[in-house]
């Protein structure tokens, strides 16, 4: 079985090249850039930034969105990579060559992984 791990710092764009973007006011500094398409029909563009928070024990991932808009996940440590946290839709997720997918409702989002055996290496 082929688990998902994130790799720390973690958040590189898969396919990220060009400036870098200003800064979103709602993101902290430090914030990585990644790969995102948001709403149907969208091309992928390296304008999402992504934060790691602590609530209590759970690790989660805020992608911001450039129009300001944000969503959050929840990092898993069992090796299915990450789940919604808020709303309805749930999250669709494909692995490939490095690159976790995640698709939730219109928006898909790329985030840089590491595959892990069942061991957890």
Do not use: N
């Amino acid at each position: 079985m082929r688990r998902l791990a994130l790799l720390p710092g973690l958040l590189v764009a898969a396919c990220s090249s060009g400036p870098e973007p200003e800064p979103q006011p709602q993101a902290t500094e430090g914030a990585e850039q990644i790969d995102c398409a948001i709403g149907p029909g969208s091309e992928f563009g390296s304008q999402c930034l992504i934060e790691e928070v602590m609530e209590g024990e759970t690790k989660l991932l805020v992608v911001r969105h450039p129009d300001g808009g944000f969503r959050r996940f929840e990092q898993l440590d069992d090796g299915r990579g990450l789940a919604v946290v808020d709303g309805a839709d749930e999250a669709q997720t494909s692995y490939d060559d490095g690159v976790l997918e995640v698709t939730v409702g219109g928006d898909r989002y790329r985030f840089k992984a590491k595959a892990r055996d069942a061991a957890g290496e």
